[in-house]
């Protein structure tokens, strides 16, 4: 069980043709099962929820492909896409105080302040995930998220569990996520790489020559 959570010794490093075989398998699930679920179950549709959140294609890069950068984490991207939708849910519920005809005049200004301050709120809590802006920015200018009101949280909570899912089944195969679930540790850190080291080893000689030519000289 720990392997498919990440609990291991990173794996030996893979050739590029594995990495890019994993990214469109894990892409293609993740995003398929997303679009089955909302777009098919009729619970859903019933409550026109949209197939799928296009910020989601995004999350796809980072979760499946970048799989070792910070922002592709559990913690950012199931707390960056919540965060974001709820900064925009709240935003859109004062701007629409003003009345339905005034909010789509102001329908720019809804999407552009909730995007800025769901950035700085998942700045402070350490939870930056960047297609979590999209999302944002989705639940005030697109009209069909929008329209979901607070009915957007559980989906976006749903949508981030199945994409954390498929991604710990099939990044866990070959490959190792996450890197870190809450705080990176010490061994997340990496180590020079090898040919920074062999670099190393190299100048090492080099500079020994030079030394010697240079006491040479002296002598001379």
């Known amino acids: 069980m720990s392997r498919w959570l990440g609990y291991r010794e990173s794996p030996s490093t893979q050739p590029p043709y594995i990495v890019y075989l994993w990214s469109f398998i894990g892409a293609f699930c993740g995003l398929s099962l997303l679009q089955a679920i909302f777009g098919q179950l009729q619970y859903f549709m019933d409550r026109s929820v949209p197939p799928i959140l296009a910020s989601y294609g995004a999350s796809a890069v980072l979760c499946y492909g970048a799989i070792e950068s910070p922002l592709a984490q559990p913690r950012a991207l199931v707390v960056g896409h919540f965060i974001s939708a709820v900064v925009a849910v709240c935003i859109t519920k004062l701007l629409g105080l003003l009345g339905p005809e005034r909010f789509?005049?102001?329908?720019?200004?809804?999407?552009?302040?909730s995007t800025a301050i769901a950035?700085?709120?998942?700045?402070i809590t350490k939870?930056?995930?960047p297609p979590a802006g999209a999302t944002a920015l989705l639940a005030a200018v697109d009209r069909d998220v929008h329209r979901l009101s607070w009915y957007l949280l559980p989906v976006i909570l749903l949508s981030s569990s199945v994409v954390l899912v498929t991604a710990l089944l099939v990044n866990n195969i070959q490959r190792r996520f996450p890197v870190f679930w809450i705080e990176p540790t010490a061994a997340a850190i990496t180590e020079p790489s090898i040919e920074a080291k062999h670099s190393d080893v190299e100048a090492k000689p080099t500079s020994?020559?030079?030394?010697?030519?240079?006491?040479?000289?002296?002598?001379?």
Do not use: N, P
């Not at 329908?107 to 302040?113: K, M």
């Not at 950035?119 to 700045?123: D, G, P, W």
């Not at 020994?208 to 001379?220: E, I, P």
């Open 127 to 129: 939870t930056t995930h």
């Open 208 to 220: 020994q020559t030079h030394a010697s030519r240079s006491s040479s000289l002296t002598v001379g």
């Open 119 to 123: 950035i700085i709120v998942m700045e």
């Open 104 to 113: 789509d005049e102001l329908r720019w200004l809804a999407g552009s302040l």
